[in-house]
């Protein structure tokens, strides 16, 4: 947990916006003492700015004493600061409607940036851009006291195991607290079969620490699947269901949740409650990835771990991904088949550089020859 303490003469509008635009970024930020010599006015605008960011604020000191925000200041200024924020994103606007994202408008969202440069996913990209776009005009039309049109944020991911449905989740979670749907953004996950308690009043209290911990953030329940009811003797997995929707009801300005698993179980799974597909409205599909997107995934890989392939091991590489595409079966990981592909080509490079007899220089512990590749019959799927 980190905590900021700033002094500052007075606090504009401007201030308060980047003070929580740059501590924002870290999601485990928390601001209990500002140190700031101006009047409660100002204080109101930097609560209402911490808010749009996530940033818990407590309280703050004048002259030596601590001011208390409390509900009066949390009342305060509201027009003043909708109003800024309003003024900001017109001045952004291009003449042709569209947002800049030059870093410095309310509407620049950093994890629409990480999400697009993922390999592959572009039906995935354009879903949850097109969320973004809608929850962003939402607000926009809030701060100037037009209706809004109010759109479920629970999430139905679906696909195989390793098609980026974490990473997108993780993501997610940023994009909605920059854009005040939640507040933190920060992401637990589970498996549906953790939330399924084993006797009698186990499993409601599973339910409620996972909630808990997650308020102001985002659920992921991976394998989500397995909350569906394997019969109707299955009451466990029933009272899963009936007390997470109660969950998501009681806290629907507070909670975000995102189930994902492969397709058809989790079609059946919203099938086995009506509530579910009352509460779960989008479905985003992962698909699998192609070759080239696998042989892309491997080269991030050995970028992000400081390796490089030599060309005639990029060749084999190809190769490798395609046979893997190729024959891929039920238990095909996508990215994490690429993932232990890397690690085993690392395995075989230490192998082989431990038998040279002599210290490999830094080009050497970099290089990733064609026999370090491995065979398609040496990775675990």
């Not at 604020?57 to 509900?71: M, P, S, V």
């Not at 507070?254 to 989790?266: C, F, P, S, W």
Request: glycine content about 8%.
């Amino acid at each position: 947990m980190k905590t900021y303490k700033y002094t500052y003469e007075t606090l504009s509008p401007e201030k308060a916006w980047r003070f929580v635009y740059d501590t924002a970024r870290d999601p485990e930020v928390v601001v209990d003492g500002l140190h700031i010599q101006t009047n409660e006015d100002a204080f109101a605008i930097l609560y209402h700015a911490a808010v749009a960011k996530g940033i818990r604020i407590y309280g703050t000191y004048r002259d030596g004493k601590k001011i208390e925000i409390d509900e009066r200041i949390k009342n305060m200024r509201k027009n003043e600061w909708f109003a800024y924020v309003h003024e900001s994103n017109r001045k952004s606007s291009k003449p042709n409607g569209s947002q800049q994202t030059n870093g410095k408008d309310d509407f620049d969202i950093p994890a629409l940036a990480e999400l697009n440069v993922l390999t592959g996913l572009v039906e995935v990209k354009q879903q949850v851009g097109d969320m973004a776009a809608f929850f962003k005009v939402m607000r926009a039309r809030e701060s100037v006291g037009l209706k809004i049109t109010r759109m479920g944020q629970h999430l139905v991911f679906t696909g195989n195991p390793g098609t980026g449905k974490t990473t997108v989740a993780r993501l997610v979670g940023q994009i909605y607290r920059d854009l005040g749907v939640i507040r933190r953004g920060h992401f637990i996950e589970i498996s549906g079969r953790d939330l399924i308690g084993e006797y009698i009043g186990q499993t409601a209290p599973k339910v409620d620490e996972a909630v808990k911990e997650a308020l102001d953030g985002i659920l992921f329940i991976d394998e989500a699947y397995a909350l569906a009811p394997q019969d109707r003797q299955d009451s466990y997995s029933a009272e899963a269901v009936t007390k997470l929707l109660t969950h998501m009801e009681n806290y629907r300005e507070r909670l975000v949740v995102i189930v994902a698993g492969y397709d058809q179980e989790m079609e059946r799974l919203l099938n086995s409650n009506p509530g579910l597909k009352t509460r779960f409205k989008t479905k985003i599909d992962f698909p699998d990835y192609g070759p080239d997107e696998l042989v892309t995934i491997f080269e991030h890989i050995c970028k992000k771990e400081s390796y490089n392939l030599t060309c005639e091991a990029k060749h084999k590489m190809v190769r490798l991904c395609d046979d893997l595409h190729r024959y891929k079966g039920e238990n095909f990981g996508n990215g994490r088949t690429v993932r232990n592909a890397f690690d085993k080509a690392v395995i075989n490079q230490a192998r082989r550089l431990s038998g040279i007899g002599k210290k490999p220089n830094k080009e050497a512990l970099q290089s990733l020859q064609p026999v370090d590749i491995p065979d398609i019959n040496d990775i675990e799927w």
